[in-house]
């Protein structure tokens, strides 16, 4: 069975940093694609931050780059989500997820495997 975990997620003034964490067991974890997504009330969840299988190749969304950075632990199984100068709109339910192969990879179509989700808040 596959288990999704996600930590770290919090409550934040605007400009201070979190660091999210991402434990995925069940499946063979450098074999998948992994992200981070979020969803704030009232919107759809939008991707975040990826990282293909061996950590070659990260992407993020315009409008988290140059602020947050994603990496991977292959040995631990854990994906790491480093957020620094946080804003207010990046208040959200923060989810992890796992995709063998998926098409866009900013998209959440394709991900198989999904956590519960964090809440990161962020107060101006």
């Known amino acids: 069975q596959v288990q999704v975990v996600e930590s770290g997620g919090g409550l934040v003034q605007a400009g201070g940093s979190l660091r999210l964490s991402c434990t995925v067991s069940?499946?063979?974890?450098?074999?998948?694609?992994v992200g981070w997504f979020r969803q704030a009330p009232g919107k759809e969840r939008e991707g975040v931050s990826c990282?293909?299988?061996?950590?070659?190749?990260?992407y993020y969304a315009d409008s988290v780059k140059g602020r947050f950075s994603i990496s991977r632990d292959n040995a631990k199984n854990t994906l790491y989500l480093q957020m620094n100068s946080l804003k207010p709109e990046d208040t959200a339910i923060y989810y992890c997820?796992?995709?063998?192969?998926?098409?866009?990879?900013?998209?959440?179509?394709?991900?198989?495997?999904w956590g519960q989700g964090t809440q990161v808040t962020v107060s101006s």
């Open positions: 997820a796992a995709g063998r192969n998926p098409p866009r990879i900013l998209f959440p179509v394709g991900y198989n495997y």
């Open positions: 069940g499946l063979t974890f450098d074999e998948h694609a």
């Open positions: 990282i293909t299988r061996t950590g070659g190749s990260t």
